[in-house]
């Protein structure tokens, strides 16, 4: 199992670009999240999924939005970006709700100038 | 948001000595997650507690689940240059059917050999 992965590594937009981050996970799980870590800071909800054709927004979703079309797959677009949306972004999984835990991709660095 | 109060921020320790961090809340958790972070990478859990007043060992980790629900505490002992990181608690609840993480702002552990 690859496990959670997430392309690309490392991206620079400009003001006003758009992009998709894409996250995949092989493992089966129902619940994906994405997140951003900001410098120096914990990480952040920004959307959620708790199955295919079912998403939720999270603590900081504005500017970002989400789609789950397969169990596999959960791409995080920014549609006009902003310098305030450089972080690192994070996507995770996990199959049950209650006791089993998340697991993490490697991250996807962006910046925005 | 809301974010966990981690402490301390940074640690600058030497090899073999033990090590101790710890996170607060004002408000209640059901889980209580530590996570580890390396340059470049996504988070990887160390332990999970369940319970509160719950003690858990992982090796030379060991973790508590705060009695009141809103604290957590993490020691390594006999650190070991492989032990350098980014730690970072993290507090669970199931909000409308998914799991939802708060994280701390993490302690940076750097180890003199």
């Known amino acids: 199992n690859a496990g959670v992965t997430q392309t690309p590594k490392f991206r620079i937009l400009k003001i006003g670009q758009s992009m998709t981050l894409q996250c995949a996970q092989d493992?089966?799980?129902?619940?994906m999240y994405w997140y951003r870590q900001d410098p120096g800071m914990g990480l952040k909800l920004i959307y959620y999924?708790?199955?295919?054709?079912?998403?939720d927004k999270g603590e900081v979703p504005n500017g970002y939005n989400v789609s789950r079309s397969t169990t596999e797959d959960f791409p995080l677009r920014l549609e006009l970006a902003a310098p305030s949306q450089t972080s690192v972004y994070f996507c995770?999984?996990?199959?049950?709700?209650?006791?089993?835990?998340?697991?993490f991709g490697p991250g996807t660095r962006l910046t925005v100038l | 948001g809301q974010q966990l109060n981690q402490s301390p921020q940074s640690m600058f320790i030497q090899e073999g000595e033990d090590v101790s961090m710890n996170c607060t809340s004002s408000?209640?958790?059901?889980?209580w997650l530590w996570y580890k972070q390396d340059p470049g990478e996504g988070p990887v859990l160390l332990i999970a507690?369940?319970?509160?007043?719950e003690l858990t060992s992982n090796g030379r980790l060991t973790a508590q689940f705060g009695i009141t629900r809103k604290d957590s505490f993490l020691n390594i002992s006999a650190s070991i240059p492989s032990d350098v990181g980014i730690y970072f608690c993290?507090?669970?609840?199931?909000?409308?059917?998914?799991?939802?993480?708060?994280f701390g702002q993490g302690t940076r552990l750097t180890i003199n050999p």
């Open positions: 507690l369940y319970k509160a007043g």
């Open positions: 999924s708790v199955g295919a054709g079912i998403t």
């Open positions: 493992m089966n799980h129902n619940y």
């Open positions: 995770a999984s996990s199959y049950l709700v209650s006791t089993d835990t998340q697991y």
């Open positions: 408000s209640i958790f059901n889980t």
């Open positions: 993290a507090g669970q609840r199931i909000i409308q059917g998914a799991q939802k993480l708060v």
